[in-house]
Nanobody
């Protein structure tokens, strides 16, 4: 049974940093894309970042509003994916979801999902 467990959310002031982590279990995910989505109150579920892993190495993809501020990384040996979030803004406030699935070019499709972790950025 596939399980994704997120950690690291919380409350931070604008300009601060948080690191989200996701541990995946239940199968090997080295051939899958791993990433993060978020959903703000009253808004749709949106792609944030993804990282793929192929024979040529890792590639990362970011939604435009987080480029230069967020960094995604993965450890295939541990089946983990992290999201380092710097220079946080109030508009980054959302529930963040870890996802594992398939690459769709500059984004991804989530086949497996975590339960979500709340990130709140105060102004």
């Amino acid at each position: 049974q596939v399980q994704l467990v997120e950690s690291g959310g919380g409350l931070v002031q604008a300009g601060g940093s948080l690191k989200l982590s996701c541990a995946a279990s239940g199968r090997t995910f080295s051939n899958y894309a791993m990433g993060w989505f978020r959903q703000a109150p009253g808004k749709e579920h949106k792609f944030v970042a993804a990282i793929t892993f192929t024979w040529s190495g890792s590639r990362t993809y970011y939604e435009d509003s987080v480029k230069g501020r967020f960094t995604i990384s993965r450890d295939n040996a541990k089946n983990t994916v992290d999201l380092q979030m710097n220079s946080l803004k109030p508009e980054d406030t959302a529930v963040y979801y870890c996802a594992v699935g398939r690459s769709l070019g500059a984004t991804m499709r989530g086949d497996y999902w975590g339960q979500g972790t709340q990130v709140t950025v105060s102004s």
